[in-house]
């Protein structure tokens, strides 16, 4: 397509096949805006279509405004947002599928929005950018593409989350709560962020909707695991049609190199790689596969360090067994396990007296702890501590503790994925250093580190992202999780991971 300028600074538009449309007057502006649109929808919806076509057809774009003012096709300014060469490959990508898999801080995000909006604004579309939960779609889409939006935005209706474009495009935020919900929608085109966290059906369903239009769909995601998503991502390898682009958090000039070496020392290896290096980390049956029992078990019986201070973690049980572990940390923040009480059908009175350094008997022994309650600095305990207990009156665990002595208590609120991977990281950081050592005496907790397993599928792969409730294994993780968590958490929470 091109166009002719004449003297009195009015245009002739020509298409391909050299037949001249009338001469435009001021009155006849959103006229030939119809024909140019229509021209557009051609250029993108024919897959045989060049870069140079688009370019003709957004000049004719340009000529119109020049002529008829910018009013003609609602033009504000021109959208031209600044992107890292990475993000406009995934952007500028002509696949019809394209994905950008990234490391947290990466900004897979914004470039998904790009995106989107680079298509809303073309041409009048109906989109959908879609999150794995409401909270997502309401605190981090609704407010990146918002930000791109520049005035651009007629009319925003929270109620449903829907945000009416000043050129006629619409684009709803969606969750993925149910994928169902979404059969109803006919799509130009869609974008699916943290795609990894997503079910697979939300995928089948906004494929399904844009059947009838032709439209792209775009992923942006962190990997989670060896899940759909990454299988998906292996068909895509020698797919014509799709278009794969991988970029890790140091990829982004705008992350100081300090904070990301901060996060290796801190996470494990396998999180940390999968979190900022965009891996698609293999996840085998055992919750800690990084305990390893001839580094992480003492070779001899823990010695209590004088000024260290001493926590004990503490998971109740009935019918499953208590386990209470007590641990010692160093000025290093390394931890030194080194004692262990896990039985059934104990009392809270009985729990009360192993903590401050009484005996207790259990089946076939006499417990007694290795230090009295006064060298402890806190006990831990998971927010089952707080519920009412039929044993103790209506009243908590940790309340009916108080009342026997044991005052210096704390509840772990944080979520199960957070405490493993903070146990993972103590395990074996990224950088290689170990935080965890265990006296040979606490039997109880290496046999369940190395027995804390996921449930698996007909396939044998992990099911869900939290581990097997079997009863046997989870008592001491817990207990363990429950202290490291709440003491020695990890630092980079506010980058939101996973």
Same mark, same amino acid.
């Given at each position: ?232 991502? @292996? ?12 970029? @890790? ?125 006064? @060298? ?84 044998? @792969? ?37």
């Amino acid at each position: 397509m091109a166009a002719k300028k004449d003297s009195k600074q009015k245009f002739i538009i020509c298409d391909e096949s050299k037949k001249d449309l009338p001469e435009p007057e001021a009155s006849g502006g959103p006229k030939f805006t119809a024909v140019a649109e229509r021209r557009m929808a051609d250029i993108i919806r024919d897959p045989n279509s060049e870069v140079k076509d688009v370019k003709a057809a957004l000049d004719i774009y340009a000529k119109l405004i020049d002529v008829f003012g910018p009013s003609i096709i609602g033009v504000t300014k021109p959208f031209e947002p600044s992107l890292f060469e990475y993000q406009r490959r995934f952007v500028e990508s002509r696949a019809r599928y394209t994905a950008m898999i990234g490391g947290v801080r990466s900004g897979k995000t914004y470039a998904g929005a790009v995106k989107a909006f680079k298509k809303a604004l073309l041409l009048p579309t109906v989109g959908a950018a879609v999150a794995p939960t409401a909270a997502m779609a309401r605190d981090v889409l609704v407010p990146q593409y918002a930000e791109l939006a520049e005035g651009r935005v007629r009319k925003w209706n929270g109620s449903v989350g829907e945000m009416a474009l000043d050129n006629g495009s619409k684009i709803m935020f969606r969750s993925a709560d149910n994928p169902e919900r979404l059969m109803g929608l006919t799509l130009d085109w869609f974008h699916l962020d943290e795609a990894a966290q997503l079910p697979k059906r939300v995928w089948e369903v906004l494929v399904n909707r844009t059947i009838s239009t032709g439209g792209p769909g775009f992923l942006t995601t962190t990997p989670c695991g060896r899940n759909w998503l990454w299988e998906l991502v @292996k068909d895509w390898e020698n797919d014509p049609d799709t278009e794969i682009i991988f970029a @890790k958090t140091a990829d982004n000039p705008l992350i100081d190199a300090i904070e990301i070496e901060r996060a290796r020392r801190q996470l494990d290896a396998r999180y940390f790689r999968q979190q900022y290096e965009a891996s698609f980390e293999a996840e085998g049956l055992r919750v800690y596969e990084d305990f390893e029992p001839e580094i992480h078990i003492l070779g001899e019986p823990w010695q209590i360090q004088e000024h260290w201070p001493i926590y004990i973690g503490i998971d109740f049980g009935w019918t499953h067994p208590t386990a209470i572990i007590w641990a010692q940390l160093s000025p290093d923040d390394e931890w030194f396990i080194f004692d262990e009480l896990v039985e059934s059908h104990l009392r809270l009175e009985s729990v009360a007296a192993a903590i401050l350094g009484g005996p207790v008997n259990v089946v076939g022994r006499t417990f007694r702890a290795c230090v009295p309650y006064s @060298k402890v600095e806190r006990v831990i305990s998971g927010a089952e501590g707080k519920q009412s207990r039929q044993e103790g009156g209506g009243e908590s665990a940790l309340s009916v503790l108080a009342g026997m002595g044991v005052s210096r208590t704390l509840v772990s609120r944080g979520r199960i994925i957070d405490g493993i991977h903070a146990v993972r990281a103590k395990l074996r950081s990224a950088n290689n250093n170990v935080g965890i050592r265990i006296d040979p005496r606490c039997k109880r907790l290496i046999d369940d580190f190395l027995g804390y397993q996921y449930a698996a599928g007909s396939d044998g @792969k992990p099911i869900g992202e939290l581990p097997e409730k079997d009863g046997i294994h989870d008592h001491t993780m817990d207990a363990l999780r429950y202290m490291i968590a709440q003491i020695t958490p990890l630092k980079s929470q506010e980058w939101r991971f996973g």
